[in-house]
């Protein structure tokens, strides 16, 4: 393997090996994806990630690196040259990091469990720590609005930016599959906004999966998870 | 509050809180330990602390700072001083950073769930957790070893060595209660050695909590964790 050939052990499906490929198209440096299906799972990821088995995995001359969040922070920290994608503060950069860890915890969880509730009653408790999620990310982006910046991170995309946008998709999903908003325009005028400036971003754009194929996934997921509970 | 004043709003029982004073003493900075309790949640803490309300928290010039592994990580990244914490290269922090990441996930919660199970039934898969996750842990010192260096990240206590052994005291807790070693001569020699050294450094030495005090503490986590399940 040449010295800094790059391949993504990823999915489609998954928001966490898209936070590491927007994370690569912002430095801008070529990368092959490999993808990997829910069932086998192939020698390569098992030899790669031999602790979780799962990806994303980024394989750097050979060297695995897992866990989208730590590969993204390894990206920036490899290709140092701008955009920066966690903030040159460390201050900011604690912050940012806060912010990634509650929406990994308070976004796609909640909704892996609105997508396997039985009924409605079953799905209420999800629905409200998503509701109260979606509350507190708007006052992040509004405060960071109201400096007249497009993205959380400031002018471009940047950490929180790829941690909350990457479950953009499976947000619609959620949303068309239970004929309900996650993300609201009169509630969450800012996210909304911002969701919309995310998509077109060079670095997403024709990257995020498409929603008719992500439903039909999901109903395989849906049963998959169901039998592991 | 001057420049560089630093408040810990800590507690003695939580390995959180520990892992922000190792890094602090390490570093060889001065700080106050504000003692919060389980219950009531101190004003200081709700403000500085709005989304967990959760120690530990480090205000650093009244700005506050959450989540212990980003608060050793900025402890680090402010004082640039040695001895570092992360490594200096950028796999072996994404390596660092897995390892811390694996311990939070496969270490506390098992040991939590063990403490509040109701018989050795309930126990057994979190026993099997643990042990998995200490063998793991042995391979990893093991490797270490054989390079000559006395802990997880090298020469000097890193941030594997603070994840890890700020859950040093709950280990011995739960061995005790449950008259069962998790930390074993025969099968985790490395880890054992490690944990003798670990526990004797300056930065640590003094600080851990004593074991018969958290014992008594447990019962009343017991009590209120299983009011709260």
Same mark, same amino acid.
Not at 136 to 145: A, D, F, G, H
């Given at each position: 393997?040449?010295?800094?050939?790059?391949?993504?052990?990823?999915?489609?499906?998954?928001?966490? %090996?898209? $936070?590491?490929?927007?994370?690569?198209?912002?430095?801008?440096? /070529?990368?092959?994806? #490999?993808?990997?299906?829910?069932?086998?799972?192939?020698?390569?990821?098992?030899?790669?990630?031999?602790?979780?088995?799962?990806?994303?995995?980024?394989?750097?001359? /050979?060297?695995? =690196?897992?866990?989208?969040?730590? #590969?993204?922070?390894?990206?920036?920290?490899?290709?140092?040259?701008?955009?920066?994608?966690?903030?040159?503060?460390?201050? /900011? $950069?604690?912050?940012? $990091? @806060?912010?990634? %860890?509650?929406?990994?915890?308070?976004?796609?969880?909640?909704? =892996?469990?609105?997508?396997? %509730?039985?009924?409605?009653?079953?799905?209420?408790?999800?629905?409200?720590?998503?509701?109260?999620?979606?509350?507190?990310?708007?006052?992040?982006?509004?405060?960071?609005?109201?400096?007249?910046?497009?993205? @959380?991170?400031?002018?471009? =995309?940047? @950490?929180?930016?790829?941690?909350?946008?990457?479950?953009?998709?499976?947000?619609?999903? =959620?949303?068309?599959?239970?004929?309900?908003?996650?993300?609201?325009?009169?509630?969450?005028?800012?996210?909304?906004?911002?969701?919309?400036?995310?998509?077109?971003?060079?670095?997403?754009?024709?990257?995020?999966?498409?929603?008719?194929?992500?439903?039909? @996934?999901?109903?395989?997921?849906?049963?998959?998870?169901?039998?592991?509970?």
């Amino acid at each position: 393997m040449a010295k800094d050939e790059l391949k993504l052990l990823g999915g489609w499906f998954s928001p966490y %090996a898209l $936070r590491v490929q927007i994370a690569l198209n912002l430095k801008g440096v /070529d990368y092959e994806v #490999i993808e990997e299906t829910l069932n086998p799972k192939s020698e390569l990821l098992l030899k790669s990630n031999p602790v979780h088995k799962k990806i994303p995995v980024l394989l750097h001359a /050979d060297k695995p =690196i897992c866990e989208s969040g730590i #590969i993204v922070e390894y990206i920036d920290e490899v290709w140092t040259h701008a955009p920066s994608i966690l903030p040159q503060n460390a201050y /900011d $950069r604690a912050n940012a $990091r @806060f912010w990634v %860890a509650y929406i990994d915890d308070k976004w796609l969880p909640p909704m =892996i469990n609105i997508l396997i %509730a039985e009924d409605d009653e079953a799905k209420k408790p999800h629905f409200e720590i998503v509701e109260e999620a979606a509350g507190r990310l708007e006052e992040v982006l509004k405060k960071s609005s109201s400096e007249g910046k497009a993205f @959380f991170g400031g002018d471009t =995309i940047g @950490f929180i930016d790829i941690g909350f946008g990457s479950f953009l998709s499976w947000t619609r999903v =959620i949303e068309k599959i239970n004929g309900r908003k996650l993300l609201d325009e009169t509630k969450h005028p800012s996210l909304v906004q911002w969701a919309e400036t995310f998509a077109a971003h060079p670095a997403v754009n024709g990257f995020l999966p498409e929603i008719d194929k992500l439903i039909e @996934f999901s109903k395989i997921l849906k049963l998959k998870l169901a039998a592991a509970k």
